[in-house]
T-cell receptor, first 112, second 117 residues
């Protein structure tokens, strides 16, 4: 089983739709969680951190469920510019140091 | 946010040559930097963790003698792909740890696209 798993998609939705991604992680000792966005042939950029209480930033809402070991990202009123690959990132605790683990990414394509 | 640069942004080389990629944190000090590799349509794969002043920690399956990492200062880490072969062609990205604590944002360099002929 992968340490961090995501549905690869692609998700192809119309502009204005609401779309949700889930990501599961296997290490229950994981401490911090992030969603990154990666555009084609570019480096990943932080979209938002995910806090235990859940957090919202404009059209984006992130949730964490420690009991079930998954995090989610909800995008409301999707825009064409939201088309990208969304990476779930988990900061797990290893034997000696923290370790950043990326999910394989979920591709999102917004159509006009 | 903090800025991380990489150089070169792209490189084409012949099989058997060595290629050095630099990763610099421009406006902050990074005791820890990470090197990733990304093949087309795949996610980032962590290759190694680079610690300033000490040896890098390599992920399973990554040859330390082939991918030499040097982190000689708090703002510079280098990755040298030795005796590169076509299968080493990939997008290499570094990131720098933005601070201490559990919620450490990773600041990524723009990546280096390596093509080995």
């Amino acid at each position: 089983r992968k340490e961090v798993e995501q549905d690869p998609g692609p998700f192809n939705v119309p502009e204005g739709a609401t779309v949700a991604f889930n990501c599961t992680y296997s290490n229950s000792a994981s401490q911090s969680f992030f969603w990154y966005r990666q555009d084609c042939r570019k480096e990943p950029k932080l979209l938002m951190s995910v806090y235990s209480s859940g957090n919202e930033d404009g059209r984006f809402t992130a949730q964490l469920n420690r009991a079930s070991q998954y995090i989610s990202l909800l995008i409301r009123d999707s825009k064409l510019s939201d088309s990208a690959t969304y990476l779930c990132v988990v900061n797990s605790v290893g034997s000696s140091a923290s370790k950043i683990i990326f999910g394989s990414g979920t591709r999102l394509s917004i159509r006009p | 946010g903090a800025v991380v640069s990489q150089h070169p942004s792209w490189v084409i080389c012949k099989s058997g040559t060595s290629v050095k990629i630099e990763c610099r944190s421009l406006d902050f000090q990074a005791t820890t930097m990470f090197w990733y590799r990304q093949f087309p349509k795949q996610s980032l794969m962590l290759m190694a963790t680079s610690n300033e002043g000490s040896k890098a920690t390599y992920e399973q399956g990554v040859e330390k003698d082939k991918f030499l990492i040097n982190h000689a200062s708090l703002t510079l880490s280098t990755l040298t792909v030795t005796s590169a072969h076509p299968e080493d062609s990939s997008f290499y990205i570094c990131s720098a740890d933005g601070g201490t604590g559990a919620y450490n944002e990773q600041f990524f360099g723009p990546g280096t696209r390596l093509t080995v002929l």
